[in-house]
């Protein structure tokens, strides 16, 4: 469990260290920018460049530029405080990998779902399985270049995110913003644990 430190911005003494958050959205949507953008360690990822066969698979479409994709995972680790250590766990997008999602979802406290506004359908099974799962989650809209800037309650209202779902605009490439996501998630599990009680056992990230 973590100490009291008063250098500690977070003040979350009733998470664990060490928590593990999924960052999952659809496929293109900066999962693997925003993981490598955060890791303060060499982040793990598993690409494979695009074949001709998984191009046919994978949806392109609004995705330009893109010639790798995550087959597994992403994996990085960030100190966000001195008492909290956050490993990330970017999910595979692909709808022929997210039979792997409820393993990689053990032992998660919570959930990054990264979101595109010219395709937010892409990230409908994301807010999905977190709503099933029971899974705290925030929605981070990346915003590429070029998009559209819809407002949050406008992104809010297009996934038919309940109200206390936070919604955050972000930058996947730049890591101050994506710090800021992870603040908000930290506070999103703050309220939410206050208000349902927590289940430290379960998720304790097992080393
Ligand atoms: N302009 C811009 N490009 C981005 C941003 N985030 C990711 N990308 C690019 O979009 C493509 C897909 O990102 P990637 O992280 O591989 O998506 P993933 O499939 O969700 O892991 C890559 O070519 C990234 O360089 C962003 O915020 N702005
Ligand atoms: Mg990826």
Redesign the pocket.
């Known amino acids: 469990m973590a100490s009291s430190n008063d250098s500690d911005p977070v003040h979350a003494e009733i998470l664990p260290v060490g928590i593990k958050v999924l960052i999952a ?10 993981v ?1 953008a955060l890791s303060e360690i060499e982040p793990l990822s598993t690409e494979e460049i695009l074949t001709a066969v998984s191009a046919a698979t994978d949806r392109l479409d609004g ?8 087959v597994s995972l ?1 994996f990085g680790r960030i100190t966000l405080s001195p008492s909290h250590i956050l490993y990330l766990f ?1 999910t595979p ?1 692909q709808e022929r990998f997210w039979f792997m999602w409820d393993e990689l979802s053990e032992g998660a406290l919570g959930a990054v779902v ?1 979101a595109d506004t010219r395709r937010l359908e892409h990230s409908f099974a994301a807010v999905d399985f977190c709503e099933r799962r029971g899974m705290p989650f925030v929605v981070a809209v ?5 998009a559209h800037r819809y407002r949050a309650e406008e992104v809010r209202t297009a996934l038919d995110l309940r109200q206390e779902v936070p919604v955050v605009l ?5 890591q101050s913003s994506g710090i800021s996501v992870l603040l908000e998630l930290i506070q999103h599990l703050l309220t939410t644990r206050s208000s349902h009680g927590s289940d430290t056992d379960q998720s304790l990230l097992r080393a």
């Open positions: 959205g659809g496929f293109g949507v900066g999962k693997t920018t925003f490598n995705v330009k530029n893109k010639a790798t994709t995550t992403d970017g997008g990264l990346n915003e590429f270049d070029g972000c930058d996947a490439r730049i």
